[in-house]
Every structure is written in C-alpha cells, then in structure tokens.
C-alpha cells in the first residue's frame, strides 16, 4: 500500500507533540533497519542544514530619520561601503564588501556580526542636499536597537551540489574556495553531503518560496529562487546535480539571530566571505521523497575542476562521491590528493539536530510553498558586445 501525507497531516502531529523528527543521518539508520516503506510511516520530518561560506549575503537596514533629515547617499558602516541608492534612510551592505581602510581584513560581514552581537557600528553618511532633506552629513553610532529595521535578504545561499577544486598548475591559487597548492597539492570541496537541504529534496517538491527555514539561529524562509539558478542540470538516477545546480534567495531578521551561526570569513589574498548557517525541515510525504532523503554520501558524487583554467567552465579533472572526499584523500590521474571540507560538518549537525528540537519541541511547523521554483532553467553567460 502506497504511504501519502499532506503537510497538514504532518502539521497535526507536530502541534500535538508527536510527530517523529530525525535529522537526515539518523535516517540511514532508520532506512537500513525498517526499509523504505515502513520507514515511510514511521518518520515525519528530515532535518537537513549546512554551515558554509556564501558570499551572496547581505543586510537591508534603516536607521531612522536625523533632525534635520538627510538623505545618504555615501554610506559607510565601520568604513565599508553600503549602498544608499534606494530610499532616504535604507541601505543595504553586502558581506564581501570590504573596508576602505583594512581591505580584506574587515569587510561587510564583520559589521553585520558585529550588529548581531548588539555591538556599536560606525555609520558615517553624505548627501549633496535638497530642500526636503538639507542635511549634507551625520556621523554617529548605531546598533541594532536603535535603528528600525535589520534584515538579513541573501540573494544565493545553499547551493546544491558544489564542484570541488584542484590546481595542476605550478603556482599556489588563492581562490574563493580556499588556497589550492599546485601540481594537485589538495582538493578543497563545500558542502554537507547527506546534510545538505537541496541534495536531500533534489527536485524541490517540499521547498520553494515561502518555505520556513532555520536561517543564522533565527527563524527565516525561502523568498525566492537565487542568483544562478539552475535547475535544468543533467542529474544522475537519484536526482542528483553533478555540479552546481538550484540555490536559494532567504531572508530574515538579524534582530534575532546569532553569530553562533553566522561568522566572518576572509580568504587569504582573495577576499571577505561569510559562513551562513542554514537549516530546512523536509516533510515525509511519500516513499519517493523518503528514498532521496536517505541517500548517502557515497551515493552523492560531485566534480573535481581544475582552477588553473582560468575560464568559467573548467576542465574536470575527476568525479568522486561525498564519502570520498570525507575521507581525507581523493585519487586524481592515479596520484593520491589530500582532501579539506570548506563546510563545517560540526556545525551543520549541530543545526540539524537544533531544528529538530525546534520541531519536536517547539511546535515549528512546516510551511508549504506558496509558489514553486521554475523548471528547467539553464544559466546565460555574459559575452562582450553581445546585444
């Protein structure tokens, strides 16, 4: 007899405290001993999250009305620039942005941790001046208290699948997946393999806008498929993108969040990032969507591209599974290369196991999407002259 649920169904239990809540590795062991079916009935909920650097992120703020008012037009929080081209008072600051003073040493995610931590934040501002807002400068102090709005609105998040990185050749690349050692010294990846929310849902039947998320230690959602969606990629029996395929567009608000979750990064000689951390919980609807939830990190595979090529689509020097590349080790062309995760394993449980209370615990219930994300989308490039 074939298992169906509806989120409302799943919703029920969860308001009643009794729904089954496991994070996506505690399933394998669930699968492994009651197969598919069964399993099926008995779980209601995966937890999937990942903790890995996104620097599409960024905040939206609006300090409030000065006395006279002004309207910005050159920001500066702690000396990294935000844009002011919107209203009188927004501003929204990205998180690879860096200082003018500090370069990569300090940037756009530093202040937004800073904000967060309920720290003071510089905010110098500028404007040529006009009758309904004659100020032409302010210099002050803000946190997250006194200004009105601060939300966290990241326009491409939580990749699905990510091709890992090598070097063949014979200088050391400093690149935004970490220092690559020549002459295939290491293999730099990032993702949360079976963790990771769009491996475990990969035709996104349960996620799309509107869906609620776990976003930075506060409660966020979906709004929005992400810069550089692309959900036509060739995919293998279980679904599964063999490079980077759908991502995601989530907000929330800052106001709520942690830098537990949330942290600066700087790449050496390359630039200012941001670890995001990002948790969704994935319904049991049916057996098909249970059998993607249990797949395994030696079931998912991904490419090894070489950054030497100094194109956007790089060769690939090999293919190899989540399990692989957890190892330590990968074989390229026979020689056997040292692995490192760009994405905190730790981290990422420990998110998925925080949601899971969440839902369990605290009645956070799922929300359907209120639209789905389009199919069959396939990514432009950008060619000089072309019209």
């Known amino acids: 007899m074939t298992v169906k649920k509806t989120f409302e169904e799943i919703n029920e239990k969860i308001r009643k405290g009794n729904a089954v809540v496991v994070t996506a590795e505690e399933l394998a062991d669930i699968v492994e001993e009651k197969g598919i079916s069964d399993a099926t009935k008995y779980v209601d909920v995966v937890t999937t999250a990942t903790f890995g650097p996104m620097c599409s992120t960024g905040a939206f703020l609006n300090f409030g009305h000065s006395d006279p008012p002004i309207r910005m037009e050159k920001i500066e929080l702690d000396n990294v620039s935000a844009y002011g081209g919107l209203a ?13 003073d500090r370069g990569i040493e300090y940037g756009g995610a530093h202040v937004i ?5 309920g ?4 905010l110098k501002a500028y404007s040529k001046g006009t009758d309904c807002y004659p100020r032409k400068e302010i210099d002050t102090y803000i946190t997250k208290d006194s200004i009105n709005e601060a939300y966290l609105y990241n326009p491409r998040n939580c990749y699905q699948n990510y ?16 220092v690559l050692q020549p002459g295939l010294g290491n293999v730099n990846y990032s993702t949360s393999g079976e963790l990771s929310p769009l491996l475990k849902d990969p035709y996104l039947r349960t996620i799309g806008i509107g869906t609620r998320i776990f976003l930075a230690g506060a409660e966020g959602y979906v709004a929005w498929q992400g810069t550089q969606f692309a959900s036509g990629k060739p995919r293998g029996e279980n679904g599964i993108p063999l490079s980077g395929a759908c ?11 942690s830098t537990e979750y949330i942290q600066p990064a700087i790449f050496e000689k ?7 951390g990002i948790g969704i919980p ?6 098909d969507l249970l059998f993607n939830l249990s797949v395994q990190n030696k079931d998912i595979y991904t490419n090894i591209l070489d950054y030497s090529v100094q194109r956007s689509n790089k060769p690939v020097l090999a293919q190899c599974s989540y399990e692989e590349l957890r190892s330590g080790f990968v074989s390229i062309e026979g020689k056997k290369v040292k692995t490192s995760p760009l994405t905190s394993l730790y981290k990422s449980r420990e998110i998925a196991r925080v949601l899971k209370s969440w839902v369990a615990e ?17 990514l432009k490039s950008l060619e000089q002259g072309r019209l």
């Open 247 to 257: 991502t995601l567009a989530v907000i929330g608000n800052l106001k709520e969040m």
């Open 113 to 117: 941790c800073n904000l967060i931590d």
């Open 362 to 378: 605290k009645g956070f219930t799922l929300q359907p999407p209120v639209a789905p994300f389009p199919k069959g989308v396939t």
């Open 163 to 178: 091709s890992a990185a090598a070097n063949t050749s014979d200088r050391t690349l400093y690149t935004y997946m970490g």
């Open 270 to 276: 390359y630039g200012v990032s941001m670890f995001v």
């Open 88 to 100: 009188a008072v927004d501003a929204y600051i990205g998180a690879a942005e860096p200082s003018t």
């Open 119 to 122: 720290k003071k934040v510089h």
């Open 282 to 287: 994935i319904p049991v609807l049916d057996s």
